[in-house]
């Protein structure tokens, strides 16, 4: 897809005419920028805002436009992006000198192509208060600009791409991804929602297609009439099974009168009539207003194309209220020794811009840290190997650490290789092949930084996660490096590490699991099954000979009954904790656990690993 850049003058050219008198210095505009992509305008103001077609918004038509280049990102890659940047670019966050528009074009710019917008657009507001005047006008320009930056999207129309739902803003993290029907995504086609709502099929051909998407599931058909009032009485209860069951049904709503074509081919005679389908076979059907047998039959069919997990039975009040909030190692060092290890290299830009990124993120938080040249760091890194001594290697490695602690740093890194530059998207698996290559010869401090910056991987917003599970090349380097550091028998600080990196990797296929069972959501991106078991061997055989670290102990604990919780029957990891009998190793840690871990031990060793294995 082709990235531009529109460049709005907020001013309509009175920057030009007035900015000498005023402020002392010659301004040509006082710019808003947007980033286009498929024919979708990008843009932050009360929020992040979404238009189609580009141009369209009440800023007018744009004064320039900017090619960035092209960007082979998935679409969905990219909306994930946006949605870890809504967490940063909320409506209370926008600044006219120092958050603003130009700042999120310059990192969703960064993120798309590889570099940001142009550096006479994002100095503006420094050149402004580097002038007497500037300062001294600064609260006027805001209150004066506030109104027209922040101002409502007024484009309206239902069917433009968006990200979100809706089309006035991106709404946060927790804002579902289902769209109504018909509503076009950033792909640029049109698709049937069928999460978590009712569908309406007009026609056959409608109908046909939602069902098609039931055929590894379960649906049900309700034929109804627009002159059927007991049909009524069950419309506010279709809806609530709908919404309780998500994506493990298709609940489709026929009104016979509009779709005369859907009504012959199933010989509707009358209505409320139900037709339910189980894996694309047609089951059952039935007559009746009646909320009781419908709740019933719609559960049933539920159950049977999702029989419960055995492991639902167990009492684990403890073990399923653990944290899942990732372990972020955020410590920062001293700044001047950690790049004076670097010797010369240290006054290389990439070292330099992210020195500066580091100590303003650290001082006035991500808003006051715009993002430097990934690009040119990531390609730094990415060969700091052969540049660099192995025992002064710790530093590079740690310095980086600091900056994945930004979500947008840890977004971007974890974009897929394969979609992007392969200058940028290939600096972790690089970094991590280097440490899990050198063996039992690498120097304690570079493995320990290296197992803190797999951890900040995590810092990236929770949409991102899950290509951790999708890359085999990354997740097979993570699952090694906790194997080889978990069982260093010498530094219990880096088992502490080691713990907490099996603690986020399983908190993922945890959360894809729970989110399946549960009907929320539907994943079926995991760990790969030969990680799982040479993760949970590690595990085990930790668990069997720790005795010091209460921390990693709790860790591991944790970590393991993720991997054996809701694991499918005769799975690979269930064998293997069977074979190993991990349920008595873990209870052999209740006497070395903290007090308040104890509960903990006993649920995983006793129930999970115990009961849920019979």
């Known amino acids: 897809m082709d990235v531009s850049l529109y460049v709005y003058d907020l001013t309509k050219g009175l920057a030009r005419q007035m900015s000498m008198q005023f402020l002392g210095i010659q301004l040509d505009a006082v710019y808003h920028t947007a980033i286009v992509l498929n024919n979708v305008e990008y843009y932050f103001g009360a929020g992040i805002h979404t238009t189609s077609p580009p141009g369209s918004t009440h800023h007018g038509r744009p004064m320039e436009v900017i090619s960035l280049g092209r960007t082979d990102l998935p679409a969905d890659v990219i909306e994930d992006y946006l949605q870890s940047l809504s967490e940063i670019y909320t409506p209370e966050s926008y600044d006219l000198f120092v958050h603003n528009c130009n700042n999120f074009s310059h990192d969703f710019a960064t993120f798309l192509v590889g570099k940001g917008i142009p550096e006479h657009i994002t100095s503006l507001p420094r050149r402004v208060l580097d002038t007497p005047f500037g300062q001294m006008l600064k609260p006027q320009l805001d209150a004066a600009m506030r109104p027209i930056t922040q101002a409502p999207n007024i484009n309206s129309n239902t069917s433009t791409p968006r990200v979100g739902p809706g089309n006035a803003a991106i709404a946060g993290p927790s804002a579902p991804k289902a769209r109504p029907n018909g509503a076009a995504g950033l792909n640029g086609h049109t698709s049937y929602s069928s999460v978590g709502v009712v569908n309406h099929a007009s026609n056959l051909s409608q109908l046909d297609s939602l069902l098609a998407q039931a055929r590894s ?82 559960n049933m069919l539920v159950q049977s194309c999702f029989p419960p997990h055995q492991h639902q039975a167990l009492r684990m009040p403890t073990f399923l ?55 040119q760091i990531g390609s730094s890194m990415a060969t700091c190997q052969n540049r660099l001594p192995q025992d002064t290697m710790f530093a590079a490695y740690d310095l980086f650490r600091l900056m994945m602690v930004d979500a947008r740093v840890s977004g971007y890194y974890l974009a897929p290789e394969e979609a992007g530059s392969s200058q940028t998207k290939a600096t972790l698996s690089p970094m991590l092949k280097y440490v899990n290559g050198l063996g039992n010869s690498c120097p304690y401090n570079l493995r320990l930084v290296a197992v803190h910056l797999a951890c900040n991987l995590f810092s990236s917003h929770e949409t991102f996660h899950h290509i951790i599970l999708e890359s085999p090349v990354l997740s097979s380097l993570l699952v090694t490096l906790v194997s080889e550091s978990l069982l260093d028998k010498d530094h219990a600080s880096l088992r502490v590490a080691a713990s907490s990196l099996a603690f986020n990797l399983t908190a993922i296929e945890h959360l894809a699991r729970v989110s399946t069972e549960s009907g929320s959501e539907k994943r079926s991106i995991t760990l790969a099954s030969d990680l799982q078991t040479q993760l949970a061997a590690c595990l085990i055989e930790f668990l069997s000979s720790e005795s010091e670290s209460q921390e990693a102990i709790r860790g591991a604990v944790i970590s393991l009954g993720r991997l054996a919780y809701l694991a499918p029957k005769g799975s690979e990891v269930l064998d293997l904790c069977r074979a190993m009998d991990a349920g008595a190793i873990v209870k052999q840690k209740v006497d070395v656990v903290a007090k308040g871990d104890v509960k903990l031990v006993e649920e995983v060793g006793g129930e999970l690993l115990g009961k849920g294995l019979r």
């Open 321 to 375: 209220r653990a944290s899942l909030r990732p372990a972020i190692y955020t410590k920062v060092p001293p700044l001047e020794k950690l790049t004076a290890k670097r010797g010369d290299q240290a006054n290389e830009i990439s070292i330099v811009e992210a020195v500066t990124f580091i100590k303003a993120r650290n001082a006035e938080g991500s808003k006051e840290a715009p993002l430097p040249d990934l690009p």
């Open 217 to 298: 599931t379960c649906a049900v058909i309700f034929f109804t009439s627009s002159t059927c009032p007991p049909c009524k009485l069950v419309y506010p209860l279709y809806d609530e099974l709908a919404a309780q069951h998500g994506p493990k049904t298709v609940l489709i709503k026929v009104d016979i009168g509009a779709a005369r074509d859907v009504a012959a081919a199933y010989s509707i005679r009358a209505t409320p009539t139900f037709i339910s389908f189980l894996k694309g076979e047609k089951q059952e059907t039935w007559q009746g207003a009646n909320p009781t047998t419908l709740k019933g039959n719609v």
